[in-house]
């Protein structure tokens, strides 16, 4: 069973505005990752958080982890086309494990 | 530093055939591992490599098989294809064995069967 499950499923957005997507886990993990990825090509890696961080940024990036809650966040700020994607998250250890995604669209 | 390179890109078989996909992981990096990505089921995990030896296996019949070489190259093969196996096929490399840092993933292999 898949360790990483995003909601919501879908989101769709206008540009500039603020997209939050949540992932859940179920058991402990070393670090949880985020990654994008645009329709049929590889995933790319956003950003790593390890378990003893509780938020972490990188760019417009946003990562927050709640291990108590095993729940983890990503916010994409002043959001832009380009950022139409699936993003999918992964806990290690488990790197086998990605959820279904959340598939963002960002409107023009 | 070149990325996770995947052939072929595409293909195109039949029922009842097999095929084999390949990629070269990023230099340096002996960890590989595949996953089938298809719109019904999503990302599934179909097994990972280190150092030719298989460490971990996802739920996929026997019909999946892979390999990896000296040179940390790998090999999955899909024999007997059935129509259901038509997916988007991928592959990650990463320095280590123990999932600590993060996957570099190949464009995929685009298999369609007829």
């Known amino acids: 069973s898949q360790q990483g499950e995003e909601d919501p499923q879908a989101l769709s957005i206008q540009e500039g505005e603020n997209a939050t997507m949540n992932c859940s886990y179920k058991t402990s993990i070393n670090n949880l990752q985020w990654y994008r990825q645009n329709s049929g090509r590889g995933l790319v890696h956003l950003i790593l958080?390890?378990?003893?961080?509780r938020e972490k940024h990188s760019g417009r990036l946003r990562v927050t982890l709640d291990t108590s809650k095993k729940s983890s966040s990503l916010l994409i700020t002043a959001s832009r086309a380009a950022d139409t994607a699936s993003y999918f998250c992964?806990?290690?250890?488990?790197?086998?494990?990605f959820g279904d995604g959340t598939t963002l669209t960002v409107k023009p | 530093k070149a990325g996770v390179t995947q052939t072929p890109r595409y293909l195109i078989k039949t029922r009842g055939q097999q095929v084999t996909l390949s990629c070269s992981p990023i230099s340096g990096h002996r960890s590989v591992s595949w996953y089938q990505q298809t719109p019904g089921q999503g990302l599934q995990f179909l097994f990972e490599y280190f150092s030719e030896t298989q460490r971990n296996k996802g739920n996929f019949p026997g019909r999946f098989s892979g390999r990896q070489f000296s040179n940390s190259r790998s090999e999955m093969n899909v024999s007997t294809l059935e129509l259901g196996d038509s997916a988007l096929y991928l592959c990650?490399?990463?320095?280590?064995?123990?999932?600590?840092?993060?996957?570099?993933f190949g464009e995929g292999s685009r298999l369609t069967v007829l």
């Open positions: 992964a806990t290690a250890p488990g790197k086998s494990t």
């Open positions: 990650a490399s990463s320095l280590g064995e123990t999932n600590t840092g993060e996957l570099f």
């Open positions: 958080i390890r378990s003893n961080e």
